[in-house]
DNA sequence: CGCGCCCATACCGATTGGGTATGGGAGCGC
DNA sequence: GCGCTCCCATACCCAATCGGTATGGGCGCG
């Protein structure tokens, strides 16, 4: 798993369609295609369901997806703590 | 930024040393090396102090390990929910 | 000074990841 | 039913990433 995967996952799942999710992400859909499976792959269950319409989310990827946006916004703060940290260091530099 | 990077980082900080970090995380020393750095690179400051002795952890380095071992943490909850979700559809299977 | 313990760098091979091109199913208008 | 459109999936290729071995350089200790 990796936090690209998070991301893209999050991503499909707000679009609830591959093509839009990859336009936002600027990537091309094919890999948006890869990486989602391998993400159910690596998970053990279908995160979604795939219909003529696009990607709807399954139960399981409900629940993954709560999970997944708060690993994410746990990053960022990580990300904003080291910041905080070089501030102190050098206030306005 | 890459999930492994984290781990790395923490293993680093609770080992103190690169050798036996590498050895707890099944990885040689030198791929430590580069992904920490990276790890620095990308957070725009350092977080260990290198010394004759080991590395050991700057102020940044400090504030930047809890909330790493909160994004795994939570990452392993991802995980779990997913699981959870799946134990409904088949109980014990 | 020789040895041990550190981390850093150079280089190489294997894996991963993204891109283009293409196919196949489902709905819609005519 | 044909053609058009909008989906997602697959095949194939190239570039970037990652990990491994080999090696170097700093530092302390007997």
């Known amino acids: 798993m990796s936090l690209a995967q998070l991301e893209y996952f999050v991503v499909v ?39 003529p319409r696009g990607m709807t989310l399954l139960p399981a990827g409900r629940r993954f997806l709560t999970h997944a946006r708060d690993v994410l916004e746990r990053l960022d703060r990580a990300r904003g703590a080291v910041r905080e940290a070089s501030d102190i260091d050098e206030p306005t530099s």
Do not use: C, W, Y
């Open 13 to 51: 799942a707000e679009e609830g369609n591959l093509g839009r999710a990859a336009k936002r992400l600027h990537v091309s859909q094919p890999p948006l295609t890869r990486q989602i499976r391998a993400l159910e792959d690596e998970l053990g269950a279908p995160l979604f369901a795939r219909t």
